[in-house]
C-alpha cells in the first residue's frame, strides 16, 4: 500500500518540552511539507524540503525545526520556544511539480 | 498578494445540489485544486482543473472554472450525509520558488437528512 502516514494521531506536551512528529510516505516522492491547520483557516506552510538534506522555511517556521536525512522521512519538531502549539499538523508530498498527497495528520494538545 | 477565499459555512438538503465557491488571486496559477477533509482526517484530493480549461466533470463532482473573474466552483450532485466535510480549494501559482500552493479557509458543508 503506497501513501503516507503520520504518527502519533494524537501528541501531548508538556511547558518548556520539545516533541517529535513523525512523517513518512513510500511513494517515492522528492518534495514534502508540513502544513499546521486552525480551526478556521487554511493551512500554512511550516517547512519545506523539495530533495534531501536540504529544507526551506515556509511562513510560520519559528519555534520548528526539521531534518531531511532520507527521501521517505520529514520529521518535525515543535520546541519550546513554539509558545501556541496546539493545532492539528498535516505532512504532504509530491513530486516536483506535481499534486500534493496529504497524511491522516497529528493532533497536538498541551497539558 | 496571494489569497484564496472561500464561505465558511454551507448547508445543503439530502439530495440536493451544493455549489461551494473560491475566488483565488493570482492570474498565473497553474493549476486549481479542490480538497475534501472528514472530521479528525487529512487532506483528499478531490479534483483538480488545469488553468487553460473552463469545466472538468467527474461522475458527481463538476468543476467550473472563470479566469476572468478569478472565481472556481465544485457543484456536488445528488448531496448526500457521507459528503459532509470542509472543502478546500487552492491554487498554484506559476511564479514561485518551488511548488507552493495556497490554501483557502475552507468551506464546511452540512448535508441535512
Known amino acids: 500500500d503506497g501513501g503516507i502516514t503520520q504518527s502519533p494521531k494524537y501528541l501531548f506536551r508538556k511547558e518548556g518540552q520539545n516533541v517529535t512528529l513523525s512523517c513518512e510516505q513510500n511513494l517515492n516522492h522528492d518534495a514534502m511539507y508540513w502544513y499546521r491547520q486552525d480551526p478556521g483557516q487554511g493551512l500554512r506552510l511550516i517547512y519545506y524540503?523539495?530533495?534531501?538534506?536540504?529544507?526551506q522555511k515556509g511562513d510560520i517556521a519559528e519555534g520548528y525545526s526539521v531534518s531531511r536525512e532520507k527521501k521517505e522521512s520529514f520529521p518535525l519538531t515543535v520546541t519550546s520556544a513554539q509558545k501556541n502549539p496546539t493545532a492539528f499538523y498535516l505532512c504532504a508530498s509530491s513530486n516536483l511539480g506535481e499534486t500534493q498527497y496529504f497524511g491522516p495528520g497529528t493532533r497536538l494538545l498541551v497539558l | 498578494g496571494e489569497d484564496v477565499e472561500q464561505s465558511l459555512f454551507l448547508s445543503v438538503r439530502e439530495g440536493d445540489s451544493s455549489v461551494i465557491n473560491c475566488t483565488y488571486t493570482?492570474?498565473?496559477?497553474?493549476?486549481l485544486y479542490w480538497y475534501k477533509q472528514e472530521p479528525g482526517a487529512g487532506l483528499q484530493l478531490l479534483t483538480y482543473i488545469f488553468s487553460n480549461m473552463d469545466m472538468k466533470q467527474d461522475q458527481r463532482l463538476t468543476v467550473l472554472l472563470n479566469k476572468k473573474d478569478k472565481h472556481l466552483s465544485l457543484r456536488i450532485a445528488d448531496t448526500q450525509t457521507g459528503d459532509s466535510a470542509i472543502y478546500f480549494c487552492?491554487?498554484?501559482?506559476?511564479?514561485?520558488?518551488?511548488?507552493?500552493?495556497?490554501f483557502g479557509p475552507g468551506t464546511s458543508l452540512s448535508v441535512i437528512p
Open positions: 493570482d492570474s498565473s496559477s497553474t493549476y
Open positions: 487552492a491554487e498554484r501559482p506559476l511564479k514561485t520558488s518551488y511548488d507552493k500552493v495556497i
Open positions: 524540503s523539495q530533495i534531501v538534506n536540504d529544507f
